[in-house]
């Protein structure tokens, strides 16, 4: 069973760096893409960033310039590096994979729990 574990999610201030870290604990699976996802208070869900491992990157236009994601899908994780913090970046991320086995239509077949993130003015 696959289980997406985040982490290194935080308290900051604005202008300030935070790295978030997902990891499978579960039984390792060929993953065809893996993403960051965060939902603010009253928001929709939105994506941050997402890759292939394939070789393709998109970000969310808040967040391009700012935010970095890598990935290994020998590990199955995904890192996403975040600079420039600023208040509107609060929220709730969650990380997202796709198997290369997927046979459903939705984008992603695993979920993380999430882990906060909070930037402070």
């Known amino acids: 069973q696959v289980h997406l574990v985040e982490s290194g999610g935080g308290l900051v201030h604005t202008g300030d760096s935070l790295t978030l870290s997902c990891t499978n604990s579960?039984?390792?699976?060929?993953?065809?893409?893996m993403g960051w996802y965060r939902q603010a208070p009253g928001k929709m869900r939105e994506l941050v960033a997402a890759?292939?491992?394939?070789?393709?990157?998109i970000y969310g236009d808040d967040v391009k310039g700012r935010f970095t994601i890598s990935g290994d899908n020998r590990e199955n994780a995904v890192w996403l590096q975040m600079r420039g913090l600023k208040p509107d970046d609060t929220a709730v991320y969650y990380c997202?994979?796709?198997?290369?086995?997927?046979?459903?239509?939705?984008?992603?077949?695993?979920w993380g729990q999430g882990t906060q993130v909070t930037v402070s003015s």
């Open positions: 579960g039984t390792w699976f060929d993953s065809l893409a």
């Open positions: 997202a994979a796709r198997s290369t086995a997927s046979s459903t239509s939705s984008l992603y077949d695993y």
């Open positions: 890759l292939t491992f394939g070789g393709t990157t």
